[in-house]
C-alpha cells in the first residue's frame, strides 16, 4: 500500500494550496480517509477526516472554515483544499487510510501512512 502526497510549498499568509493524497494498494473506496499534520517539536494532529463516500466529515476546531477535505474515488485521491493560509498552518501535513470506512479524528484508527509534504507559511 502507497499513499503519495504531494501539493505541499512555501506560500505566504493569506494564500491558498491544495494538498493531494494518491493511494495505490489499497481498496480506496471503502476506506475513510484523514489528513493529519505536525509541527517542528510537536506530536502529529488530526486536521480532517472524511467517510468513504465522502457524506460525511469532521476538522479540527483549529482549521474549520478554512480547510476543506474532499476524495474522488475515480481517482483514488483525497484531496485538502487550504484557504487563508497562517503561519500556524506550517508543518509536514500526512495522509492517512482508515482502518474502517467511517470518520476517525484518531490517529489508532488509521492504518496506513503518507510520506508527508511539507507546508510552510511565512507571515
Known amino acids: 500500500v502507497q499513499l503519495q502526497a504531494s501539493g505541499g510549498g512555501l506560500v505566504q499568509a493569506g494564500d491558498s494550496l491544495r494538498l493531494s493524497c494518491t493511494v495505490s494498494?489499497?481498496?480506496?473506496?471503502?476506506?475513510?480517509m484523514g489528513w493529519f499534520r505536525q509541527a517542528p517539536g510537536q506530536e502529529r494532529q488530526f486536521v480532517a477526516t472524511?467517510?468513504?463516500?465522502?457524506?460525511?466529515?469532521e476538522y479540527a476546531d483549529s482549521v474549520k472554515g478554512r480547510f476543506t477535505i474532499s476524495r474522488d474515488n475515480d481517482k483514488d485521491t483525497v484531496y485538502l483544499q487550504i484557504f487563508s493560509l497562517k503561519p500556524e498552518d506550517t508543518g509536514t501535513y500526512f495522509c492517512a487510510a482508515g482502518r474502517y470506512s467511517y470518520i476517525s479524528n484518531s490517529s489508532r484508527m488509521y492504518e496506513f501512512w503518507g510520506q508527508g509534504t511539507q507546508v510552510t507559511v511565512s507571515s
Open positions: 472524511i467517510n468513504w463516500n465522502g457524506g460525511m466529515t
Open positions: 494498494g489499497h481498496t480506496f473506496s471503502t476506506t475513510a
